[in-house]
């Protein structure tokens, strides 16, 4: 199964069910970094909400569970297994909590960093990726980092982009 967690316009967190365009639609997807986490033990851990960094994530589970969950939308929390993928743009609002299971087999996944392609992020997800629903807020675009370098300290909002509309509270 492919799941997208997003911030909705609401700045609430969300999963939806995802599907490759074609066979080869992932071969369009611009990562800049790669990272195959080593296999450990399922500690029962947990981490709070949090927001995808940088431009957002894909996340593979390569053995053993793992839960994640969202504060809105009609599924709260997904058991991903060996094979599931998770597309993570919830860069904003109230993001995602992560709980690693105790007890059982190893886990282990591989998390592919997205980059900021000079035509933008979120048109390069809707082509590849079908079954975004229409609340969707989509990933900033920020200049300074550079296509492949991702978010850095310093970068400056993209200014034709109105942001007072994502505001808590509007």
Known sequence: MIYG???GKDLKAYFCDLTLA???AM??????RLNFGKPR???GSW???????GYGSMTMVLRGQIEFGVTAGKTRSIIGKQGDIFVF?????DGHSTHNPAGGELFQTAN?????????????????????????????????????????EG?????????SRFKKGK
Not at 47 to 53: A, I, K, N, Y
């Open 5 to 7: 967690c997003y911030t």
């Open 22 to 24: 074609d066979d080869k």
């Open 27 to 32: 071969a369009d997807l611009p990562f800049y």
């Open 41 to 43: 033990a399922q500690d």
């Open 47 to 53: 981490q709070d909400l949090h927001v995808s960094t």
């Open 89 to 93: 743009i919830d860069c904003d609002g």
């Open 112 to 152: 592919m960093r997205f980059s900021d392609p000079v035509e933008g992020l979120w048109p390069v997800l809707q082509k590849v990726f079908k079954g975004w629903p229409d609340n969707v807020m989509p990933p900033h675009t920020y200049q300074g980092g550079g296509p492949q370098t991702g978010r850095h």
């Open 155 to 163: 970068d400056k909002p993209d200014p034709n982009f109105d942001y």
